[in-house]
């Protein structure tokens, strides 16, 4: 921000830093009061539901008239920017879901690198438990919705039907998205997401106990900082494996918005456009380990030259946006439920799908309802 005011010396910014867990619930509350503010960082799930309540700014005049390079973007996180024909955010970082894995494990079990297609990987995992390595767990998943969805974007599936207004999950490319998710739990290679199963996952990583898991770029600074000097080179990434090629994964992330009461719309363009730039995107991720979303910032020496993310370079090129509904972190909660449902055996496959599906057309009910209206 320093930088930005020295080479814009009109314009001042007031920075209201807020914890991320309230993020979403300040910005609703300000804007029913009136009292957004010009800028903001918004969490790409989040994105929808505001353009439906028309209270951010359309960036595509902007974007013309100053002739950003939009195709320097990872396509899938622009993508995520891109509603009702509307581009309404700047990527401002990216976020997406690989694997890391200990590769002295990996090389005891006979794999030089992680497979790129399921069965290959679900081989690998029922070595990393069996002689010589041993481990307790072959893989840990981040106990939230994210891999069952992946999974399915993987197959294919939609996840959302009929224009986004109805549940798809009882689609044939989801069912076997869950299916596999299950086989890997039922068959101990993966444990039930409560905590209870495996300790601490870092921990567990770093004794052996844990060959692998799934995670996003927060683990990069976690291992380089707890992890002990002797396994600061035995751990690396690798992209998602998909079901007969390399998988996509998901698009998470924030991007910069303007929102439309800004009374200094151009000194709002400004600050978003300033960040924007691949230099000050390099600076934000040395200062906070958040990856750029512009493929130039990652041709830089300091980013390719470290091994630990090639992974994620490599996965950027395949990452989809989840669906563009204001109503997915609901069904997103609903997705989780039933998955673990399933993978506790609570529920059949069938049945746990058919009950998702009923539970997302009943929170999808408003949404067909104003269609119908507008028609």
């Known amino acids: 921000m320093e930088a930005f005011e020295a080479t814009h010396p009109g314009i001042q910014v007031k920075l ?30 989040w ?9 951010l700014v359309e960036l595509t005049p902007w974007i013309v008239r100053d002739r950003l390079d939009t195709a320097d973007y990872f396509s899938g996180i622009w993508k995520t920017n891109r509603l009702s024909k509307g581009i309404y955010g700047l990527p401002w970082y990216v976020d ?33 438990v069996a002689p010589p390595v041993n481990a307790r767990f072959a893989l840990a998943l981040l106990p939230d919705w994210s891999p069952v969805v992946i999974l399915g974007l993987q197959q294919g599936a ?19 998205a869950l299916a596999f998710y299950v086989r890997l739990v039922n068959a101990r290679l993966v444990p039930h997401a409560e905590a209870t199963q495996l300790g601490n996952l870092y ?33 690396t990434t690798a992209p ?6 390399p998988g996509v994964s998901l698009a998470g992330g924030s991007s910069l918005v ?35 979303p512009r493929r130039s910032v990652w041709q830089q020496e300091i980013l390719q030259r470290d091994e630990q993310l090639a992974g994620f370079g490599q996965q950027l090129e395949r990452i ?14 609903r997705i989780y439920y039933y998955a673990e449902a399933t993978a506790r055996g609570l529920l059949g496959l069938d049945e746990a799908l058919a009950r998702l599906d009923q539970e997302v057309d009943r929170i999808l009910e408003k949404r067909r309802r104003i269609g119908a209206e507008l028609r």
């Not at 994105?47 to 209270?55: E, I, P």
């Open 47 to 55: 994105l929808s539901q505001f353009v439906t309540l028309h209270a």
């Open 240 to 245: 998602l494996p998909g079901p007969e090629d």
């Open 258 to 292: 303007i929102f439309r009461n800004t009374r200094n719309p151009e000194a709002a363009w400004a600050l978003v456009r300033f960040f924007a730039q691949p230099e000050v995107q390099l600076q934000f991720y040395l200062l906070t380990g958040n990856l750029p």
């Open 158 to 176: 939609t996840l959302l039907g009929g224009n986004r207004r109805y549940g798809n999950f009882r689609d044939e490319r989801f069912r076997r």
């Open 96 to 128: 997406t879901r690989v694997l890391f894995y200990r590769t002295d494990l990996l090389k005891q079990a006979g794999y030089a690198t992680v497979p790129q297609t399921w069965a290959e990987w679900e081989r690998l995992l029922h070595r990393l």
């Open 16 to 45: 209201q830093q807020i914890p991320w867990s309230a993020a979403y619930e300040k910005l609703v509350t300000a804007y029913v009061g009136g009292q957004l503010p010009d800028v903001a960082q918004m969490g790409n799930s």
């Open 320 to 333: 989809q946006p989840l669906p563009a509904v204001p109503e997915w972190e609901a069904i997103a909660a």
């Open 203 to 235: 921990q567990e990583f770093a004794q052996g106990q844990l060959a692998m898991f799934w995670s996003g770029p927060w683990s990069v600074g976690v291992l380089r900082a707890w992890l002990p000097d002797s396994l600061s080179r035995l751990w």
